[in-house]
């Protein structure tokens, strides 16, 4: 009578146990195909700290560049900007100052050349507040499908 219950107890554990097995092996397998990338997923944003707005952007493979147009939402005046955008580079050609409320676009070129199918690098915001003088950095995050 004790070796029937046993058996059956065994049994169980066994047949549970192959079929957790398979379906951690299918799971292994999705993640290592990529299936379950949350990469993939990932919408497109682009995030400052407050007071530079992040209102558009775009990275774009044919072009090399990274877009980035920023609105001052300070309150100040701002001079002396700088966009750095990773390993990217710093933007040469955008406007270097910008008037409370002003949006203003500037375009990073890219060396190395950009690869992949997503961009997800921080970015930097260096200005002056024209009224004080004093000099500040603003960090946040871009992420961006490649075009």
Not at 103 to 123: A, D, F, H, R
């Amino acid at each position: 009578m004790q070796n029937n219950k046993s058996q059956a107890a065994l049994e169980f554990l066994m047949t549970y146990g192959w079929a957790i097995l398979v379906v951690l092996v299918a799971i292994g397998a999705l993640a290592y195909f990529g299936v379950l990338s949350p990469a993939k997923f990932l919408p497109a944003r682009c995030t400052l700290q407050s007071g530079i707005t992040c209102i558009d952007h775009k990275a774009s493979i044919a072009t090399n560049t990274v877009e980035v147009v920023i609105k001052n939402s300070l309150g100040y005046d701002i001079t002396g900007i700088i966009v750095k955008a990773g390993s990217c580079g710093v933007d040469t050609n955008g406007p270097l100052a910008l008037a409370n409320g002003d949006p203003g676009t500037y375009v990073i070129t890219c060396t190395p050349p950009l690869s992949g199918s997503k961009y997800n690098q921080q970015l930097n915001v260096s200005y002056t507040i024209t009224e004080t003088g004093l000099a500040h950095n603003n960090v946040g995050q871009i992420t961006s499908g490649l075009e």
